[in-house]
C-alpha cells in the first residue's frame, strides 16, 4: 500500500518561507515523477512544480524563481522549499507520485498526499 505522509505547511507572513515535505512510503523501489500541486478555495487544483526521476523540473510561472522543489529517492521524499511568499500562495498543497514500483506490484497512476494547508499574511 503507497501511502504520501506531508508536513510543513503553517502559517507564514508575505516575504517569509515555508519548506513542505512528503515522505512515500510502501515497499518503494521508483517513483517516476514526484510533485506538488495546490488548489485554493474556489479555484481548480493546479500543478505548482513537479520532478521526474531524472532531475528533470518544471514549475508554474507563478512560483519561477520563488520555488524550488527536489528529491530524496534513497528517503522516497520530495520537497517544495517556498521563499517569498504572496498571500496569493495561500492554499491546500498536495503531494504527488506517478508511476510507482511499490513491492511486486507497478502501479500506472497518480497518488495523493492529505494536503497541507500554507497561509500567507499580507
Known amino acids: 500500500q503507497v501511502q504520501l505522509v506531508e508536513s510543513g505547511g503553517g502559517l507564514v507572513q508575505a516575504g517569509g518561507s515555508l519548506r513542505l515535505s512528503c515522505a512515500v512510503s510502501?515497499?518503494?523501489?521508483?517513483?517516476?515523477?514526484m510533485g506538488w500541486y495546490r488548489q485554493a478555495p474556489g479555484k481548480q487544483r493546479e500543478l505548482v512544480a513537479a520532478?521526474?526521476?531524472?532531475?528533470?523540473?518544471n514549475y508554474a510561472d507563478s512560483v519561477k524563481g520563488r520555488f524550488t522543489i527536489s528529491r530524496d529517492n534513497a528517503k522516497n521524499t520530495v520537497y517544495l522549499q517556498m521563499n517569498s511568499l504572496k498571500p496569493e500562495d495561500t492554499a491546500v498543497y498536495y503531494c504527488?507520485?506517478?508511476?510507482?514500483?511499490?513491492?511486486?506490484?507497478?502501479?500506472?497512476?497518480?497518488?495523493w498526499g492529505q494536503g497541507t494547508q500554507v497561509t500567507v499574511s499580507s
Open positions: 520532478v521526474s526521476s531524472g532531475g528533470s523540473t
Open positions: 504527488n507520485v506517478d508511476r510507482v514500483h511499490s513491492g511486486s506490484y507497478y502501479y500506472a497512476r497518480a497518488f
Open positions: 510502501g515497499s518503494i523501489f521508483s517513483i517516476n515523477t
